[in-house]
């Protein structure tokens, strides 16, 4: 059964910093990545790293947001600096198995940037 536990979330000031950790199981990931979703919108792509490093990432993030991935446990990590109110979304996790080419998502944690 593949699983997908994401922390991190929280509230943080305009400027500040959250890491968002997700730790998957049951299966083979070929991409991990992030997404997000703000209230009233829709769910966006937030940044990818495939099992060989190579990173993707919304414009509206680049220079802010760095993603990073541990391969021998499954971890992908997400680490946000200079957070923007417009930041502020529900943040899912999202892995696709290297076979099967599904996709799977984590439950969601809440980021918010207010003051």
């Known amino acids: 059964q593949v699983q997908l536990v994401e922390s991190g979330g929280g509230l943080v000031q305009p400027g500040g910093s959250l890491r968002l950790s997700c730790a998957a199981s049951?299966?083979?990931?070929?991409?991990m990545g992030w997404y997000r979703q703000a209230p009233g919108k829709q769910r966006e792509f937030v940044a990818r790293?495939?099992?060989?490093?190579?990173?993707n990432y919304v414009d509206s993030v680049k220079g802010r947001f760095t993603i990073s991935r541990d391969n021998a446990r499954n971890v992908v990590d997400l680490q946000m600096n200079s957070l923007k109110p417009e930041d502020t979304a529900v943040y899912y996790c999202?892995?696709?198995?290297?076979?099967?080419?599904?996709?799977?998502w984590g439950q969601g944690t809440q980021v918010t940037v207010s003051s």
């Open positions: 999202n892995a696709i198995n290297r076979y099967s080419r599904q996709n799977y």
């Open positions: 049951g299966s083979v990931f070929a991409e």
């Open positions: 790293i495939s099992s060989g490093g190579i990173t």
